[in-house]
Nanobody, 118 residues
Framework: VQLVESGGGLVHPGGSLRLSCAAS???????????MSWYRQAPGKERELVAR????????VFADSAKGRFTISRDNAKNMVKLEMNTLKPEDTGVYYC?????????WGQGTQVTVSS
Protein backbone atom coordinates (compact mmCIF):
# COMPACT_ATOMS: atom_id res chain seq x y z
CA VAL A 1 0.00 0.00 0.00
CA GLN A 2 1.34 3.41 -0.97
CA LEU A 3 0.06 6.71 0.38
CA VAL A 4 0.94 10.10 -1.09
CA GLU A 5 -0.08 13.29 0.69
CA SER A 6 -0.43 16.67 -0.97
CA GLY A 7 -1.87 20.11 -0.31
CA GLY A 8 0.39 21.39 2.44
CA GLY A 9 1.92 24.83 2.45
CA LEU A 10 2.24 28.15 4.23
CA VAL A 11 -0.95 29.84 5.37
CA HIS A 12 -1.77 32.79 7.60
CA PRO A 13 -3.61 32.28 10.89
CA GLY A 14 -7.32 32.01 10.22
CA GLY A 15 -6.74 30.59 6.76
CA SER A 16 -7.67 27.24 5.26
CA LEU A 17 -5.96 24.32 3.60
CA ARG A 18 -7.16 21.09 2.06
CA LEU A 19 -4.91 18.06 2.32
CA SER A 20 -5.32 15.04 0.08
CA CYS A 21 -4.05 11.50 0.42
CA ALA A 22 -3.97 9.29 -2.65
CA ALA A 23 -3.82 5.58 -1.88
CA SER A 24 -2.77 2.74 -4.14
CA UNK A 25 -1.38 -0.77 -4.12
CA UNK A 26 -4.26 -2.57 -2.45
CA UNK A 27 -4.14 -6.30 -3.11
CA UNK A 28 -5.86 -8.40 -0.45
CA UNK A 29 -8.49 -5.85 0.54
CA UNK A 30 -10.04 -2.80 -1.06
CA UNK A 31 -9.44 0.78 0.05
CA UNK A 32 -12.95 0.94 1.49
CA UNK A 33 -11.99 -1.72 4.06
CA UNK A 34 -9.23 0.44 5.56
CA UNK A 35 -9.53 2.90 8.40
CA MET A 36 -7.93 6.15 7.21
CA SER A 37 -6.36 8.70 9.51
CA TRP A 38 -4.50 11.98 9.50
CA TYR A 39 -1.75 12.53 12.04
CA ARG A 40 0.32 15.60 12.80
CA GLN A 41 3.85 15.88 14.11
CA ALA A 42 4.91 19.29 15.35
CA PRO A 43 8.59 20.14 15.79
CA GLY A 44 9.95 18.46 18.89
CA LYS A 45 6.70 16.64 19.61
CA GLU A 46 5.32 13.17 19.10
CA ARG A 47 3.05 12.32 16.23
CA GLU A 48 -0.59 12.72 17.23
CA LEU A 49 -3.93 11.78 15.76
CA VAL A 50 -5.85 14.62 14.13
CA ALA A 51 -8.80 12.81 12.55
CA ARG A 52 -9.89 9.31 11.54
CA UNK A 53 -12.61 8.02 9.26
CA UNK A 54 -13.39 4.35 9.66
CA UNK A 55 -13.83 1.83 6.90
CA UNK A 56 -16.82 2.10 4.59
CA UNK A 57 -17.04 5.80 5.54
CA UNK A 58 -18.50 5.11 8.91
CA UNK A 59 -17.60 6.60 12.25
CA UNK A 60 -15.43 9.71 12.38
CA VAL A 61 -13.32 10.87 15.29
CA PHE A 62 -11.39 14.10 15.80
CA ALA A 63 -8.77 15.28 18.23
CA ASP A 64 -10.21 17.92 20.54
CA SER A 65 -7.96 20.49 18.86
CA ALA A 66 -9.55 19.75 15.47
CA LYS A 67 -13.22 19.60 16.44
CA GLY A 68 -15.33 22.26 14.77
CA ARG A 69 -12.52 23.36 12.46
CA PHE A 70 -11.47 20.28 10.47
CA THR A 71 -13.44 17.90 8.26
CA ILE A 72 -12.32 14.48 7.08
CA SER A 73 -13.84 12.70 4.11
CA ARG A 74 -13.09 9.77 1.84
CA ASP A 75 -13.90 8.82 -1.72
CA ASN A 76 -13.77 5.06 -1.95
CA ALA A 77 -14.20 5.12 -5.72
CA LYS A 78 -11.05 7.25 -6.11
CA ASN A 79 -9.05 5.78 -3.20
CA MET A 80 -8.72 9.24 -1.69
CA VAL A 81 -9.04 10.74 1.76
CA LYS A 82 -9.09 14.48 2.41
CA LEU A 83 -8.66 16.73 5.39
CA GLU A 84 -10.27 20.15 5.16
CA MET A 85 -8.72 22.51 7.69
CA ASN A 86 -10.31 25.85 8.51
CA THR A 87 -9.54 28.64 10.97
CA LEU A 88 -5.96 27.46 11.14
CA LYS A 89 -3.82 28.38 14.13
CA PRO A 90 -0.03 28.53 14.56
CA GLU A 91 -0.26 25.42 16.76
CA ASP A 92 -1.58 23.48 13.75
CA THR A 93 1.90 23.73 12.26
CA GLY A 94 3.58 20.42 11.59
CA VAL A 95 4.04 17.58 9.17
CA TYR A 96 0.74 15.91 8.37
CA TYR A 97 0.78 12.19 7.67
CA CYS A 98 -1.83 9.96 6.15
CA UNK A 99 -2.21 6.47 7.62
CA UNK A 100 -4.10 3.41 6.41
CA UNK A 101 -4.97 0.66 8.85
CA UNK A 102 -6.35 -2.81 8.25
CA UNK A 103 -6.21 -5.14 11.22
CA UNK A 104 -2.66 -5.09 12.53
CA UNK A 105 -1.22 -3.54 9.39
CA UNK A 106 -0.40 0.17 9.30
CA UNK A 107 0.82 2.08 6.25
CA TRP A 108 2.12 5.63 6.32
CA GLY A 109 2.71 8.30 3.75
CA GLN A 110 5.78 10.55 3.62
CA GLY A 111 3.93 13.56 5.01
CA THR A 112 3.19 17.08 3.87
CA GLN A 113 4.33 20.22 5.69
CA VAL A 114 1.75 22.67 6.99
CA THR A 115 3.00 25.97 8.37
CA VAL A 116 0.63 28.48 9.92
CA SER A 117 2.37 31.78 10.41
CA SER A 118 1.87 35.46 9.89
Amino acid sequence: VQLVESGGGLVHPGGSLRLSCAASGFTLSRFSSYDMSWYRQAPGKERELVARIYHFGGRIVFADSAKGRFTISRDNAKNMVKLEMNTLKPEDTGVYYCKANFGQDDYWGQGTQVTVSS
